[in-house]
DNA sequence: TATGAATGAGTATTCATTCAT
DNA sequence: GATGAATGAATACTCATTCAT
């Protein structure tokens, strides 16, 4: 399902070879798995089994890629934000922050894993990227009469954004059971 | 402070010369900003005013190198660790878990960067690290009546791993009013 | 005009299109700024508006471009030579011989740029190519009487050669006044 | 001897070593003849017997080693230059303008084929360069009463110029006795 | 005719590392 | 202990060229 989203949204700009998915699926995978700077081309090129060069002839250069990459990452984000900020209700907003962290599909987990480290990197991190949705979660904490709303929102995101780094290093199983604690903690 | 303790053990096995411990230095900032990496030798050697040749006479390699800074890591994070196995009162023992997050010296940041970022690598990851603590502070919550005292544990630890996170990326002012927050929560 | 004549020999074999000659075009302006290594067959591409594919359809490969060029080139020097050669009184010989120079038109500067650069690689140079130019001027040297008419004409040649090689360089208008100077000293 | 003049100078910055000198020589025989675009550093290592690296050690970038080459170029044309604007009286200051040409040892050569290459390329060019020799010469001509010393000068290094390009393409042999010619035609 | 996709062989340059001194 | 010289193995990237359409 995700494929088909930025299938799409490339589809908009210049038509998608099968070989420019492959790069773009191999790079994820060695990028999340060893770092972008222990991944050379040239494995990205063996393993997608395309010549290195087109690598370079679609996406411009190693950091290009990591940025197209970085982009599909943006989707996802955007995705799971949304349905956070579509809530009208605060309770089911809550639930949906919460939810959400442990819905994701395992086979999505590169993304995520790529999105963290990156998030290491100056060049790509912003501190402001969860602001409309602790915005949002604050709200929600304020209609259910928490005292200190914000820093709820602050807390909550901050846990959860833990509790993903963990799935992501640990697997899913692990952890699973928090999303229940969670929910009873905030009477969800 | 730090300093001291670091040399200290290495002066166990070796006598650590000025040059040794500007490598060490130099490193370990450029490791924490940019990653091992995107590090070149050369880069350290250039900023710690020394021949690259040097790197790897007292290091071996750079390898070498990272892992020495990484077993100075280490001893930070036993030094915050005992603080809190060595509580013998429950709301002391999660008062100190609570504190050290907010304790640490800005100049010590780089070590906790690079602990992060190495968090990251397989061959540094290791899921069991704070166990121990998780163990203690299971008990703390235990003795206090908590109902689900693991799973209390366990989300006060990757809620503060988060802070942690937020102040090594954004500085510490930003977070430091969570603090109190926290205490009040759990009503320390 | 001289468009006409490349167009003229070149339809003996093919019908030459209008981005067949826009490839001739680029690729003679940037051969003669850059150099003919320096400049890659993309950038003709690019700037021709053509794809690259359709510049090796052409002409085969990157040297049969230059090859092609270079005939263009031979064009115009036999075109030059003629003239002289044409001549049948020995004062308008010299005074052909000298104005040539004088009198190429700024726009096919790039021609003889090309053709002078090339004339330091080993396969495209060859020392006779003026033989016939300077046997006439031989001659008309010594219908003049000179006394040793075959150094005044290599030297005029030579001389001439260099004249042509600082107006390509540094423009027409610095050095239109030596053809007065060299009219005169040759009292033509 | 001119060995000498390059290790003289180098030697007051750093030190040089054998192998810097190979590459250096090397260097300068295939830019010489086949152009600076047309030869891989490869090329040169391979034939120099050092590593490839070492050249990027050495003079930083391959453009580093062409400006090093040029440097000692302009030693010679500075030599060369010297002999000319030192001369005190007008008939010995053309004499010598006229003599370098064809005094320059054919071990020299690959210098001057590089220098005259490189005219070529704007960012070596420099159409001054010549300027006060030129204007010594204007003087010399304007002592022996010529009535347009200025252009004089200019056409007779002009003519040089063109000598000497014939020189390196020919060979010296071939064109030796232009020497007697010229100092024939001026009186000399 | 014309092009976009694709590639093998380079190409300058970097990097961690070794060695003689 | 400390360094400058030197290098083999990458490394990101380029280039001329081919091919299917």
Known sequence: MHTFVSE?????????????QKI????????????????????IAEQADVSEA?????????????????QQC??????????????????????RAIHWVFTIDEEEYDYW?????????????DPNKMKDVIDKVTWAFEQL???????????LEKTLDSVMISMLRDGK????????FLLKKYSL
Do not use: M
Request: hydrophobic residues 40%.
């Open 145 to 155: 009469g928490y005292e200190q709303p914000a820093f709820e929102a602050q807390l």
């Open 24 to 43: 773009l699926a191999v790079a994820l995978e060695l990028f999340a798995k060893e770092g972008y700077n222990a991944v050379p081309t040239k494995a």
């Open 173 to 180: 199983q692990v952890h699973i059971h928090l999303r229940e």
């Open 113 to 125: 894993k790529l999105q963290y480290k990156l998030k290491w990197e100056d060049s790509f991190y």
């Open 54 to 70: 087109l690598i370079f002839r679609h996406f411009k250069s190693k950091q290009g890629l990591l940025d197209a990459l970085y």
């Open 8 to 20: 799409y949204l490339l589809n908009n700009k210049t038509k998608v070879t099968e070989k420019q």
């Open 74 to 95: 943006g989707e996802r984000v955007q995705f799971v934000k949304n349905s956070v900020l579509e809530a009208t209700e605060p309770n089911e907003c809550l639930r």
